[in-house]
T-cell receptor, first 113, second 118 residues
Framework: KQEVTQIPAALSVPEGENLVLNCSFT??????LQWFRQDPGKGLTSLLL?????REQTSGRLNASLDKSSGRSTLYIAASQPGDSATYLC????????????FGSGTRLSIRP | SQTIHQWPATLVQPVGSPLSLECTVE??????LYWYRQAAGRGLQLLFY??????ISSEVPQNLSASRPQDRQFILSSKKLLLSDSGFYLC?????????????????FGPGTRLTVL
């Protein structure tokens, strides 16, 4: 059974720092991995999607990497800003059925001005 | 561009009352549609998904039901709410494989409905 874990559950860093959020999954047989951002009381915003054949994806200050063999993905945020404060979730797709999308519980990120 | 709407944004209902949450998608045809529930401090739980009109798959046995009366409309319902139904309900869509998109495409989420059952 696929399990997705995000550690730490919460993280607080000063503005301007580069930081890494972690996502690990127990079954390396995935089709893709998607990173989302969720602001308090809001829906999820898609940040990056990495297909199983890819190693990384970049969007602006965000870079997501994928290492299927070790069951890990990282989301790198460069030059963090207070506006980056949010909960970040990762989700892996392990099959063609919609039921095979498994979410982590998220990392709540706080950027201190 | 595609947009997804959910309403209401917030809802407070007494135990035993009925429920109807609505989700609509604009700018795409024959999307895959999903209902998730997010409990406080926990991950997303997939409740239902649909690959077409009238086609509903249930992932969690409970007192909730879903319907898809139109291509871009997805409704979550209950006849009698329980306290445990409280949570944040999210609707999502993804491009349909039937429309030519790969099945492992992105998911896009709506703004959510905060349901409190008292």
């Amino acid at each position: 059974k696929q399990e997705v874990t995000q550690i730490p559950a919460a993280l607080s860093v000063p503005e301007g720092e580069n930081l890494v959020l972690n996502c690990s999954f127990t079954d390396s047989a995935i089709y893709n991995l998607q990173w989302f951002r969720q602001d308090p009381g809001k829906g999820l915003t898609s940040l990056l999607l990495i297909q199983s054949s890819q190693r990384e994806q970049t969007s602006g200050r965000l870079n997501a990497s994928l290492d299927k063999s070790s069951g890990r993905s990282t989301l790198y945020i460069a030059a963090s800003q207070p506006g980056d404060s949010a909960t970040y979730l990762c989700a892996v797709r392990t099959g063609s059925s919609a039921s095979k999308i498994i979410f982590g519980s998220g990392t709540r990120l706080s950027i201190r001005p | 561009s595609q947009t997804i709407h959910q309403w209401p944004a917030t809802l407070v209902q007494p135990v035993g009352s009925p429920l109807s949450l609505e989700c609509t998608v604009e700018g795409t045809s024959n999307p895959n549609l999903y209902w998730y529930r997010q409990a406080a401090g926990r991950g997303l739980q997939l409740l239902f998904y649909s690959v077409g009109i009238g086609q509903i798959s249930s992932e969690v046995p409970q007192n909730l039901s879903a319907s898809r009366p139109q291509d871009r409309q997805f409704i979550l319902s209950s006849k009698k709410l329980l306290l445990s139904d409280s949570g944040f309900y999210l609707c999502a869509w993804s491009p349909s494989e039937l429309a030519g998109a790969p099945f492992n495409n992105e998911q896009f989420f709506g703004p959510g409905t905060r349901l409190t059952v008292l």
